[in-house]
Each structure stands twice: as C-alpha cells, then as structure tokens.
C-alpha cells in the first residue's frame, strides 16, 4: 500500500454533486461542502467556513446557521483566511467560537483548509475540548496564493476600473467547469475572464506561499473527517459526470463515513468510487507543490511596482523564450502527468497550445484541463512546424521521450521547467 507512500486502506472514496442545476453553478466543483453544510443546518448545527472580507482584500471564518447565510461561502478563495470572525462588529478567534458552541452541545462542521482543519485540533487537544459534536471538512489543496498579490490585485482592479468591488468569484462557471472570474462592480459594471488569464489567476500559479511546498497534511497526515475537492479528470461518459461540476469527496474517519451516510440522495448524485482511482486521478491528496519557481524576485517587484508590474515583468523574460517555439509554430505538451496539472495553465498562458500528446493509448481523445485535446504521437508528426513542451519530470522518461520526438522528426522541443528557468534566471539583474 506504499504506492502513494501511504497506507489508504482504511479510505473511501466518491464522485458526487448536486442536482440542481443553479445550486450546482453557484459552488466551485459538484458543491459537495455547500451541500453537506445545508444538511447541517438542517439538523440544528452551525456551520463555520470562509468568505471574503468586506473590502475582499482578505478572507476570514463566518458562522452560519441559516441556508441562505451558506451563499458567502460559496466558491473557493484562493488565499489563506484570518482565524477570526466578526461578530457584532468585534473580531473574536474562530477557535474561541468553536469551543463556545462545542461547550453549549451544539452540532458544529469547521470547513476549512488541511492546515485550518489541523490548527482547530491541536486547539481542542490543547484545552481538552470534548469534540465529539466536531465535524470536519478539509478540501483538497494545492497551497495558497500570497495575501499581498491578493490585495494588490484588488487594489489594482478597483483603481483601475474607478469602482469598488461589489462580488468576487474565482469559480464562475461561465462556460461549464472551467474556471472564469467574475467581479462584480459597485457602478454595476461587470468583469469576466478566464481566471488563469486574468492576474490573479496567473498569481495563483506563480506567487504560491513557499511553506505550501511542505505541507504537514497530505497523504496519511490528513485531519479532517472528509476531504472534498475537484474531480476534474473523472471520464466524460462517466454516469456520475456533470459539464458544471463534480466532487470527490475522501472518507476518513467514523464521522466522516456518518457525513456521507446522511448526504440526502434527493439532490446529490453521490457514487462510491475505487479509491486507488480516485488517488491516482487526484494527486493533491498525497502529494506537495512543487515549488520550483524562484517567486522572490517576483515578490520583491510586486512589493515595488505592483502585481501588474511584477507579471508583465516577468513575462517579458518568459514571453522572448517562448517565442523561441515562435508563434507561428504549433505547440504541443508532452505529457499529462504533475508537470502537465502544474504547468499547462501557465504554458497555455504564455503561447497559443494546440494540443498535449501522450504515448498512453488511453488518453488519446480525452480533453484535458483547459480544453486541452489529447493526440497521439501519430497525430503529432502529421502537424507542421511543431514545437514540444516536454512535461515529464524523470530524466530517463524525459530523455526517452526526446529520442522518440528525434524518431519522429520532430528536433524542436525544450523541457518545460528549463523553458521557464531560462527565461527567469536573469529576470531581474
Ligand atoms: C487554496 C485552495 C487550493 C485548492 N487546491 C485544490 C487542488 O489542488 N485540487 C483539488 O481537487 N481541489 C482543490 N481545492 C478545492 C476546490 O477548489 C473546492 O474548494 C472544493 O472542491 C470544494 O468545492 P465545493 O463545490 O464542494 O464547495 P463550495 O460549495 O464551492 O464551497 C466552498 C467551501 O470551501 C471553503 N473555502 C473556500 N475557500 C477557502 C479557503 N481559502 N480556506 C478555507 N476554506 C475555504 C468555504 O468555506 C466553503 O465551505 C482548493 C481550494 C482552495 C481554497
Ligand atoms: S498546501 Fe497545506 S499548508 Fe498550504 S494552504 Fe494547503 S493545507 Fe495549508
């Protein structure tokens, strides 16, 4: 059971999401903790996850008791939240609260990040809190954006857009799952784009939080009851598939096997699923960020000039080497494995991709993240001018699949982290 190096016998594993069509559009994948913290109010508990502040500089805990009170925490905000929640106008600590309500005998669910879900234990542990009312949701997580590219984004936009922000939604299913954001304006003035288009987004790929890198709380270090997160690469003929998206939801514990006992089938489409599977179509479980971009560069010029102006000057490098593929090349990935999931957004972001190529049979035909048409290498020696980002991280399968592309008459490629560092190493000299 080394595999994922941990033991995930004692796990289960589903896909699900909501039925309702509007309901599912308003979550960020098949609304499985919207979803689950409903039935909660519904059976008398209080819910306690996280919004935006009001200036949506920040993100910080509310407790909710009320279905429509759950809308505010809707939507994934991509950047660590304030332990702190505003009641009556006074910041109180969210772990105080929690206690509060475990102490009163109330049913409580905490929904939060692997590092939140683990801060609320040690805190009951602590003080010897009894927390057998405590439920607990941890969503799957790849790390979290730095707090200043945030804020600076917001301060940006509203600037530059001469409005204060009214709705901020990095989730917005547009077009289906793939995510857009979408910011509301007080002059009533409306803002959309792919979100990994927009700087925000792009942020999100660059500005990690370093310490996200090493995680205390993957694989067998999880904490919370259940992990809910996107299913993203679950098969489009799947019964359990939804175009607006769908979970996959990690049972762990006895409480986390009662939260999926009592989701309601009415209007969840929930599935068991093999876990192995799910493990292997869901790597954030078990496995850390790569943290192989040098961000403090970035960060010192964000501080500086601002995040427009850390972006585009970063870009500046990497955009001469792209144009080393040339625009008028046809570019293809190599690969659907980690890189692939870390990197094709920013490949896609920097040069127009045509399509990605895998030797796996398997995955010929399927579209992958961003729209992303799997060919086979057949397909790919019929293009012309074409120009490899080779997405394998083992040398020797990298250095076998450059045979197979000098095999195939293809000679232009670049291994796509050489193809990043290149163009940052001299970045800011
Ligand atoms: C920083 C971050 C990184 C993520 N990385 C991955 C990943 O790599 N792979 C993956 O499969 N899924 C990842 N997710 C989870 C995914 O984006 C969805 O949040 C998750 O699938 C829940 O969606 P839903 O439709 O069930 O929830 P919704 O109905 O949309 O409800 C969202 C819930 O998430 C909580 N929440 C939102 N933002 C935060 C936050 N910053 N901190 C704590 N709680 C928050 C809210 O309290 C709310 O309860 C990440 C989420 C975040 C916030
Ligand atoms: S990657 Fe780990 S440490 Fe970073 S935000 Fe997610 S759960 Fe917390």
Redesign the pocket.
Known sequence: MAEFGFDYSGLKAYSGHITDKDRLLK????????HI?EQFIRHGGVVL??GYAKDFKS?EYYCVNTIDGLEK?????????RKMINIDGEYRSVYKVVEEYLIKGQLVLY???GC?VGALKRYCQANKIDDVNLFTIE??????TIQEAHSMYIQETEKKYRSKIRKLNV?YKKEGWLPYIRIEFEDKNVFEAPFNESDLGIAFNILYRRSCSQCGYKGEKHVGDIA???YFRLEHDDDSYDEN?V??LIEKTEKGKRIIKNIEPDDFLLKEIDIRKALLE?H?YYKNLEADIDTEPIIANLRRNGLRYAIEKYYSYLIPDSAKCGSKKTVVMWGTGTLFSRYSLLVGSLCHVSNVCDNNEANWGKVFQENILCISPQELCSKDDVFVVIMIENVRARKMVEKQLEMLGVYSFDYVLNWIKYASRDMFN
């Open positions: 979550s960020s994948s098949g609304g499985a903790a919207s913290a996850g996280v993100a925490l809707r939507g994934s905000k991509y950047i660590a939240s929904i939060g990040l939140d969503l799957i997580c790849v790390g979290t989730r809910v997160g996107d998206g979970s996959i869901n954030r």
